[in-house]
């Protein structure tokens, strides 16, 4: 997608913010430099709406709102018709350096819940039996 191509300002600094819900993250142009359309002067702070380009729907379709884990079923680059704009951990040399701690942290998280839910499947009503001799 063309429009993905100017996305990020090359050699760019960024006071980053680092909280376990990320609103915004941000680049300074450290010269002048074109994104998208619009020309960006040196020295100014790009404020990246993380919430905004995660729910377009021109992004990643009408069902946005929806709670639909499903939609990653082919990864990111199924999910989203411009795989380079999802940031939940920000990128570049910024990239929250917690993103591992935090992935491990969620997975043993959903590893506890599930087995609150024990493992084993029960049918509801019983299950019959026809035993015969052999
Ligand atoms: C789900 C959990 C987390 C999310 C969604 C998250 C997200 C982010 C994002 C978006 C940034 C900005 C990156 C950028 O500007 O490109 C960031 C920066 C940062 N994060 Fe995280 N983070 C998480 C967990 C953690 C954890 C567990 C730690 C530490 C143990 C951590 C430490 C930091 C630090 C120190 C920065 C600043 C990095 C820099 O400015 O060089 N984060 N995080």
């Known amino acids: 997608m063309d429009n993905c191509k100017n996305l990020f300002l090359a050699g760019s600094e960024a006071p980053a913010v680092a909280a376990m819900w990320v609103i ?3 680049r300074k142009a450290l010269e002048n430099i074109k ?3 619009m ?4 020295g100014v702070n790009i404020w990246i709406w993380m919430l905004e380009l995660h729910r377009d729907p021109k992004l990643w379709g009408p069902d946005t709102h929806k709670f639909n884990l499903e939609r990653f079923a082919k990864g990111v680059i199924g999910a989203c ?3 380079q704009v999802y940031l939940p951990f920000g990128v570049g040399g910024r990239v929250c350096p917690g993103q591992s701690l935090a992935m491990v942290e969620m997975k043993i998280l959903l590893a ?3 087995s609150n839910f024990g493992l ?3 049918p509801k009503h019983g299950v019959n039996l026809l035993i015969q001799k052999i």
């Not at 020309?39 to 040196?42: H, L, M, S």
């Open 24 to 26: 915004f993250v941000s």
């Open 35 to 37: 994104v998208g359309e």
């Open 39 to 42: 020309w960006v002067p040196k």
């Open 81 to 83: 018709k411009c795989p």
């Open 112 to 114: 506890l819940n599930i």
């Open 120 to 122: 084993l499947l029960q």
